[in-house]
């Protein structure tokens, strides 16, 4: 029972041991093509996290963009082409500064929009505040007005 327990545990132990190897990303020894991973991946976004880079983020879709990023390189895919790539299959979200286009201009216009609607509802509030808001008392305003304050015409003459 003993063996059969520990035979067990070794074959488990093996599999972690394997599964963990290969989600981790190899020492590789071309400095060059590692480098050049390390750019691109910098230069594009994680789709998992939307707040990191690929070279930021640990998520196993990012491991898997880099080792993809890498893969291209070593065959001999230049920078550009697995840029486009990456744009063909995830869109321009992809990339951290995306293309002005018909479908990004909102993202490049919109906060310039914002601000400009900001400022002129800024000026156009402060305009009517430096306005003068005087207005004039008819005479039955007036008097009615003395009388609530107890001042009557009567008390002046």
């Known amino acids: 029972m003993s063996r059969g327990l520990f035979a067990a545990a070794l074959a488990a132990m093996s599999l972690a041991a394997s599964l963990v190897l290969a989600a981790a990303p190899a020492a590789y020894n071309d400095a060059a093509i590692e480098r050049r991973v390390s ?10 996290c939307q707040n990191q880079s690929l070279a930021d983020s640990n998520a196993p879709l990012a491991v898997d963009l880099k080792n993809e990023i890498r893969e291209k390189l070593q065959r001999g895919e230049s920078e550009s082409q697995v840029v486009s790539f990456m744009v063909e299959r995830y869109g321009d979200f992809v990339l951290y500064r995306p293309p002005v286009n018909g479908t990004t201009i909102a993202l490049w216009i919109g906060p310039l929009l914002f601000v400009a609607a900001g400022l002129f ?18 005479a039955v305003d007036h008097a009615r007005a003395a009388s609530l304050l107890g001042t009557g015409e009567e008390k002046r003459g």
Do not use: D, I, M, P
Request: proline share 0%; hydrophobic share 45%.
């Open 121 to 138: 509802l800024l000026f156009q509030r402060l305009k009517r505040a430096g306005e003068s808001h005087e207005q004039t008392l008819s």
């Open 39 to 48: 750019a691109l991946a910098a230069e594009l976004r994680c789709l998992v």
